[in-house]
């Protein structure tokens, strides 16, 4: 137990340094930009008259003076560095006593998360502050940017980059703040500052000092810095002449490295690695395993306290059908890796897709810690221009039942748990944040962020709970009826994109390279087959899907019991992953008693009556959201629905050359027309305002 410590009085009132987001906004007049996210009731609230008691002894005790001077509520808050050691780094616990909180947490950091709970009840909860105890699902709660050094940000569609490796300017300290403050304010406490497709330039003496003024700045909010690195950074940087792992000069190297870096960065967070994936170097490269790879590295980290996060986003080209890669690669690996290494694994067995039943690999390791990557960016639910609350979909993969240690092995709960010895566990977001003035583009896209962070503190929360708070801190003036209008949207949103884009588990019919329309005609010589939208819906006369059972790949063979049985019988297959799993007749009678088709045509039309019903909703809710905001939101709605409509079109079109079956309602485009365009949008044009892009 640490001793209490001196409590100090100080009257928030006389703090001269408000907060970063406040200092710039008059407190009169709503002018929505987007950049406040979640923190939009400074806008128009004063200066509360709270009395907050703590030792002002470090940054992030100052911090906490900061974010409490818009608490209106209690007459004193009380800080304690103590509390029992169930409590951890980061836990805390909240408790209230007539007009006084109390709050004991055992570092500044926990005590920085309890002030923000205590704003955001207050938020949220109409100035009711409830005692809890919290303790985060997740040691490590990171967002994983895919930000190149020449700004460019891959998959991102909210402008460049945040980090100017050039040059740090004063304006960039005050947007890495704000920064820093929101990811602190949903309980993000590291960050990966490059892409996984990672420059070796990352590691080179020039950069790491800017580097470290990062993590400067972001240390107080309890962040921790992370790089990505390339495996072949000792032959890039220093000429060695290969990176073998079991090479003595390359393990130098990586030590070497190790303690130029800690003698910079003395909490440096570790590395992010993507191996022998997607034309990337690797240890298999010198017939090594991933394993001799990375504990490599972790064994250059482990002096410092670092670890390896390694991913296990991989497919060789084979004969193996792309989903059974990744379980073909890691399980034979199962317990090699070093105590400071962790595995992270897609939610779903290929990448990302709108929907997609969660990776076998979860179910099938049990001596390796494992972390789910989730994607915050939009790169295939309609990058910016769409709105889709992802918690729905990343609360399904959570949820998901892998029958590893038989009834209840929920991936929430086989991530979250340690396994013997291991450092850490650890959860990761790839980041949907640029330098656009509102940060993700899209006003509705900061609510997965939003999202990814509390999932990540409280993996027990729900896409309802998430929703609810999200919108109370974004919208504080909205009434009940807009703010259940406004729920009801964003709880339907995700289902609509898989409706309108891939129903009943069709996957990766997206255009080559931009992963944003529909091109299930997609065909470009000489590619990887499967890069290739025919390699996944494989439509022909007899049917649609992939058949992944044992009369196919067998990729259901690696689901544990009863999941195997269950998805290998067509007839028992949930519908939502039917064509992922089985190559399906036409005509087959899906449990409702429709057919196939007949199904699939229902499941396009509800997704493309979906955007038009958010167009209705969010039209209802003008009256009371800020007019900046909401001729934003419903001009990207109106983008949507627009696009949804090319979708289903352009799918149900394509499909009935095979089915030959009439389509029940309206088409209006020609499919010769919609083949003869392509889509051309780049993350730029998409990200800014809206822009569609042209089809040429
Ligand atoms: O989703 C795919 C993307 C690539 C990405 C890759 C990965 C960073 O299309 O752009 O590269 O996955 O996750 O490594």
């Not at 509390?83 to 805390?92: K, R």
């Not at 099938?364 to 990557?373: F, G, I, K």
């Not at 299930?520 to 007899?542: F, I, L, S, T």
Request: aromatic letters at 12%; hydrophobic letters at 40%; one cysteine or more.
């Amino acid at each position: 137990m640490h001793n209490l410590i001196e409590k100090v009085k100080i009257g928030v009132g006389l703090v001269t340094s408000v907060s970063m987001f406040a200092c710039c906004a008059d407190p009169v007049v709503s002018n929505y930009d987007g950049s406040m996210l979640w923190f939009q009731n400074e806008l128009n609230s004063s200066k509360g008259s709270a009395v907050v008691l703590l030792e002002d002894s470090t940054p992030t005790l100052g911090l906490i003076r900061e974010e409490l001077a818009y608490l209106n509520l209690a007459d004193t808050v009380e800080f304690s560095l103590d509390g029992d050691s169930i409590l951890g780094n980061d836990g805390y616990e909240l408790s209230v006593s007539g007009k006084t909180v109390s709050v004991h947490g055992r570092t500044d950091v926990a005590l920085l998360y309890a002030a923000f709970d205590i704003m955001r009840q207050q938020n949220v909860d109409a100035n009711a502050i409830s005692p809890s105890r919290q303790i985060p699902s997740y040691d490590l709660r990171m967002l994983n940017h895919w930000d190149n050094m020449d700004g460019t940000v891959e998959r991102g569609y909210a402008g460049k980059s945040l980090w100017h490796w050039d040059e740090i300017t004063d304006e960039d300290v005050v947007r890495y703040k704000a920064y820093a403050r929101a990811n602190a304010s949903v309980g993000i406490n590291a960050v990966v500052l490059n892409n996984v497709n990672a420059s070796p330039e990352i590691l080179s003496g020039n950069n790491l000092p800017k580097v470290a003024m990062i993590a400067d700045i972001l240390r107080p909010y309890g962040i921790k810095v992370f790089l990505s690195v390339n495996f072949s950074s000792p032959m890039n940087l220093s000429g060695l002449l290969n990176a073998d792992p079991l090479n003595p000069h390359v393990r130098h190297w990586w030590q070497d490295k190790a303690q130029e870096i800690y003698a910079h960065i003395p909490d440096f967070g570790g590395f992010l690695v993507k191996a022998n994936s997607e034309g990337l170097p690797g240890p298999l490269d010198y017939g090594r395993s991933h394993s001799e790879g990375a504990n490599m590295l972790a064994e250059a980290l482990n002096l410092y306290g670092g670890v390896v996060v390694w991913r296990a986003f991989v497919y060789s080209p084979s004969d193996a059908d792309r989903a059974k890669q990744a379980y073909l690669e890691f399980k034979p690996l199962d317990g090699e890796f070093a105590d400071n290494v962790i595995i992270q694994i897609k939610n779903g067995p290929i990448d990302f897709q709108p929907r997609e039943p969660f990776s076998p690999l979860f179910g099938a390791l049990h001596n390796t810690q494992m972390a789910v990557e989730l994607q915050i960016t939009q790169e295939y639910t309609g990058a910016s221009n769409h709105v889709c609350f992802l918690p729905s979909m990343w609360c399904e993969t959570m949820n998901a039942d892998t029958y590893r240690d038989g009834a209840g092995s929920t991936i929430t709960k086989l991530t979250s748990q340690k396994i013997a010895g291991a450092k850490y566990t650890a959860i990761a977001g790839v980041s949907n944040i640029g330098d656009e003035p509102n940060w993700c583009a899209h006003p509705l896209a900061q609510a997965n962020w939003y999202a990814f962070g509390r999932l990540a503190w409280n993996a027990d929360m729900t896409p309802d709970s998430l929703a609810t708070e999200w919108i109370r801190l974004t919208l504080p003036s909205l009434p009940l009826h807009a703010e259940n209008t406004f729920r009801d949207m964003l709880l339907e949103s995700h289902e609509a994109v898989v409706d309108y884009m891939m129903p009943l588990g069709l996957h990766h019919i997206f255009a080559w390279g931009h992963h944003y329309g529909p091109e299930p005609w997609c065909d470009v010589p000489g590619a990887r087959p499967d890069w290739m939208p025919k390699y996944y819906h494989r439509a022909d006369e007899k049917g649609l899907g992939s058949d992944r059972s044992k009369t196919g790949s067998n990729a259901t063979g690696q689901y544990n019991e009863p999941l195997c049985s269950l998805y290998n019988d067509i007839n028992q297959c949930p519908d939502k992953y039917l064509l992922w799993f089985h190559h399906v007749d036409w005509n087959f009678r899906m449990k409702n008693g429709q057919t196939l088709w007949n199904e699939l045509c229902r499941h396009y039309d509800k997704g493309l009556t979906m955007t038009d019903h958010f167009l209705a909703s969010w039209k209802r809710i003008e009256p009371y959201v800020d007019k900046a905001m909401w001729e934003d939101v419903n001009n990207r709605l109106t983008i949507q629905r627009d696009d949804a409509r090319w979708w289903h079109d352009g799918c149900l079109l394509y499909f009935q050359q095979y089915s030959k079956m009439p389509i029940p309602q309206k088409t209006i485009y020609k499919l010769d027309d919609m083949m003869k365009y392509h889509i051309n949008i780049t993350n730029y044009e998409c990200a800014s305002k809206g822009y569609r892009g042209e089809k040429m």
